[in-house]
């Protein structure tokens, strides 16, 4: 993104555009704003200059906003595009996912909007990152999304989907249901009776929670290939135990089910970029693990040393390349930053930070609550650990 950023804000309605108007004059020095009634001149513009971000209600007289994210996405693929909701808003389907970078309520002030373009910012530098980069450019193929997360997908976006027909995609593959099932028969999950078949499985468990799981089976298996067993596993408990004291966290805070489903997958795909590492420079993780211990250091600042980058960073990368949500990636990415984000408010950075956190025994939470001046905050906190500490505690990295 460009220092000065061009940011265009397309609403059919007058009010709504003169409020933004005067509500970001005083960003008008960092950031150029364009604001249209529809999609045609707000295109013309976009396919003529360089627009950093793109702000469009679904509702619009003639091309919908959902066709200009479709058309903006094509060529001008780097523009940050986000929704701006309002009343009668729909929930986002399998199209809309993949075309849509991030949704805001309306009205939005000027603080979250300020916000969301600077993580966005931060993103970008991100994954354009030469260390980063460098690191992906020695992978020959990339892991891709699994065919059955597709297929999973499509169908919950169908409202005549029943549990029963996911359990059947589930139950056409047998390495996918037998995982399920041990999972599913687990301490993690605590179900009174045992499971015998995939399709009970994804009716105990529901939806959300199978689609997640069938997202981190696949890629853990796809990555697992050629990893030490043990180190394999204990990656895998580690990832179970962040994704359930995430979702736990989640549902203390009061979010939907969406989004504590959300949470989890986001706990479980945070150590993504260590299986990366793992799987593709196996030599250089065991180096990692080895400077972790000799300088007394973490996992994450010897992986800074040997790699110029770290895992939470990579995973980033592919959960972009595979079109994931943005508040994911953006967890993933800068979680261990969360205080430089913090504003006294819950957030999905600080809940990602504390539920991984909470798997290590050896961490010391009141050093740590010392970052946050908040009292109140630190005492919820606090309220965490002792509600997660139920959860199975996954291995360490090492």
Request: proline share 3%; charged share 25%.
């Amino acid at each position: 993104m460009s220092e000065v950023k061009r940011i265009i804000f397309v609403d059919s309605e007058k009010e709504m555009l003169n409020s933004i108007k005067r509500v970001f004059y005083p960003m008008r020095k960092q950031w150029t704003i364009s604001l249209f009634d529809n999609a045609d001149d707000a295109l013309k513009m976009i396919e003529t200059d360089v627009v950093d971000v793109l702000f469009s209600d679904f509702k619009l007289v003639g091309m919908s906003g959902l066709e200009l994210f479709d058309r903006v996405r094509t060529f001008s693929p780097t523009t940050l595009r986000i929704a701006l909701t309002g009343a009668g808003y729909v929930e986002p389907n399998q199209k809309s996912v993949k075309l849509i970078h991030q949704y805001l309520q309306k009205p939005c002030e000027l603080k979250t909007i300020k916000e969301v373009i600077e993580k966005a910012d931060q993103l970008q530098k991100l994954l354009e990152n030469e260390n980063l980069s460098k690191i992906i450019s020695q992978v020959d193929t990339l892991p891709s999304l699994p065919t059955i997360y597709n297929e999973i997908n499509e169908k919950i976006d169908l409202p005549e989907t029943s549990a029963r027909e996911i359990g059947e995609i589930v139950a056409r593959d047998m390495s996918m249901s037998v995982k399920m099932l041990q999972l599913v028969n687990s301490s993690f999950f605590g179900l009174r009776n045992k499971i015998s078949n995939p399709i009970d499985a994804v009716l105990m468990l529901g939806l959300n929670t199978v689609k997640s799981l069938v997202l981190s089976i696949k890629i853990f298996k796809k990555l697992s290939e050629g990893v030490d067993a043990k180190m394999a596993q204990n990656l895998w408990n580690h990832s179970l135990s962040v994704g359930t004291n995430n979702k736990k966290i989640a549902q203390i805070e009061g979010l939907s089910n969406k989004e504590q489903y959300d949470y989890f997958s986001n706990g479980m795909l945070l150590d993504l970029g260590k299986l990366f590492f793992l799987a593709y420079f196996p030599s250089e993780s065991k180096h990692v693990v080895e400077i972790s211990k000799k300088q007394k250091i973490s996992i994450l600042q010897a992986e800074k040393e040997i790699f110029g980058s770290t895992s939470h960073h990579v995973g980033a990368y592919l959960m972009a390349i595979w079109g994931l949500p943005g508040s994911l990636i953006f967890s993933c990415a800068f979680n261990q930053d969360y205080p430089k984000y913090f504003d006294g408010t819950f957030n999905a950075n600080i809940s990602l930070f504390f539920a991984d956190f909470f798997t290590d025994k050896t961490k010391n939470l009141e050093q740590e609550l010392e970052k946050i001046r908040d009292k109140k905050f630190t005492d919820k906190i606090r309220l965490w650990q002792h509600e997660c500490q139920d959860v199975v505690k996954g291995s360490n990295y090492e």
